[in-house]
């Protein structure tokens, strides 16, 4: 009995340019402003300052109101991209209202918050193409669960399964996964607002509950230390990502290695117009799982900068601020076009089970001879079953004769045995162990899980 299908999320799904934009100069600096107006806002509700000139530093914290052209021109003379803000915004802000901008903060915490946020709005993309991408493995698992073919070890043929069990290996690992990102969460989209070295200075005791304000306004979390020397929670975040990464590469390599020519039960459905190879027309080349591979790659290749950006000297350090911008700013977009592309390359996913079978044939009777072996086990034991089911594979493959003709010629088989049990023990196709319930059981598991 199939389990029902789940409706996919409604959340609209970003494309590859969009989260892209998240991290243009212009989105980096309007977070700034984001964050500005939300400290704003919080220190009017405690009597920080007043609440008129909050909302005229919300009204003008905005690239309506300041020109973006002027803000990249002031920085080149200071040098310090959120002075350079500040000086705008107080600027355009009517009356005294500008003196009260940026109230108690510093660099980095507009810096910081901001980046969290955007980074936020990444991750939620991400996870509406991780969920949808559960799904879409769900429906591949069920449609092939009882798909037979060859299980590979090693390089070579083990014991058939079906090609859904094979896919709900890779549900069961999305789904642990899904557990270590939705356990991080909390942990990595904080804010990081304290003042200049985080012991809140500037805000006295006021500065617990402003902390809280401004992170809950953001959509952030807030830090009960706000140190700008902990940097752990974004390394986290890229390591889980490269962790992840590693799963995507593995299983697109996987696709890619059953794609050859002497394989070739998966292809990738592309269409005519793909061209494969520019010298040999006959050439159909993956385009997809490759890409997935080479992206994976790269999303690894952050883990050394994510341990550096960790390591701050003393309450903080400008060199690593820079790392942590540059970690972001580049990963996580990468992430996203990884997880966009593996999503394609199940979009375009073609099984091929007539050369499945085909290709579990190549072992003949030899593939399921572990059957055979627990078959004649309770008759004469484990260990003189598996000496005698060894030693009639290596006459079969040295005679060319089948398996089963073999095993009939041993006096404590054909004693024992009927000619029609031993060809049933060896067939292939009917010999994929639970690989058929299991994968649906983990069917259920992925749909009850989507979210």
């Not at 892209?20 to 964050?35: C, M, T």
């Amino acid at each position: 009995m199939s389990t029902p299908s789940i409706v996919p999320s409604t959340k609209p799904r970003l494309t590859r340019a969009e989260v892209r934009n998240l991290f243009a100069r212009k989105s980096i600096w309007q977070s700034w402003l984001d964050v500005e107006a939300a400290l704003a806002q919080s220190q009017a509700e405690l009597g920080m300052i007043p609440a008129a000139a909050a909302a005229e530093i919300c009204a003008k914290a905005n690239f309506t109101c300041l020109s973006e052209a002027e803000m990249a021109a002031d920085i080149t003379k200071t040098r310090a991209p959120v002075v350079s803000l500040v000086r705008l915004l107080a600027a355009a802000c009517e009356g005294d209202a500008g003196g009260f901008v940026h109230w108690g903060a510093t660099t980095q915490n507009v810096v910081q918050t901001g980046r969290a946020m955007i980074m936020r709005r990444s991750h939620e993309a991400f996870m509406v193409r991780f969920n949808d991408i559960l799904l879409k493995l769900a429906d591949i698992a069920e449609e092939s669960a009882d798909m037979p073919v060859a299980g590979r070890t090693n390089g070579r043929h083990a014991l058939p399964i079906t090609f859904g069990f094979k896919v709900a290996g890779w549900i069961e690992e999305w789904l642990r996964h899904l557990d270590r990102f939705k356990g991080a969460e909390p942990r990595v989209f904080s804010a990081l607002w304290g003042g200049a070295v985080g012991a809140m200075h500037a805000f006295g005791d006021a500065g617990p509950e402003i902390n809280r304000r401004v992170s809950q306004r953001l959509g952030l979390n807030p830090l009960a230390i706000p140190s700008r020397s902990g940097m752990d929670y974004f390394a986290e975040y890229f390591m889980l990502m490269a962790l992840f990464s590693a799963t995507c590469a593995k299983i697109a390599r996987d696709l890619y290695m059953l794609m050859t020519d002497e394989t070739s039960e998966v292809q990738e459905a592309l269409g005519h117009d793909v061209i494969g190879s520019s010298t040999m027309p006959q050439k159909i080349n993956s385009k997809v799982a490759v890409h997935v591979i080479s992206l994976a790659a790269q999303v690894r290749s952050l883990v050394p900068l994510a341990l550096e950006a960790m390591q701050p000297t003393y309450e903080g350090d400008g060199a690593n601020n820079q790392m942590i911008s540059a970690l972001i700013d580049q990963g996580c977009p990468l992430a996203y076009e990884m997880i966009d592309t593996f999503h394609e390359l199940l979009d375009c996913l073609h099984l091929d089970p007539v050369r499945m079978r085909r290709n579990l044939a190549i072992s003949g009777e030899f593939i399921a001879s572990e059957r055979a072996m627990m078959a004649l086990a309770p008759i004469i034991g484990r260990n003189q079953a598996h000496d005698v089911v060894h030693e009639a594979v290596a006459h079969a493959v040295e005679t060319g004769a089948r398996l089963s003709e073999v095993l009939m010629q041993v006096p404590s088989v054909k004693e024992n045995v009927s000619p029609d049990m031993i060809a049933t023990a060896l067939d292939a196709t009917t010999y994929t162990g639970l690989s058929a319930s299991m994968t649906r059981d983990m069917v259920a598991v992925a749909r009850q899980r989507a979210t």
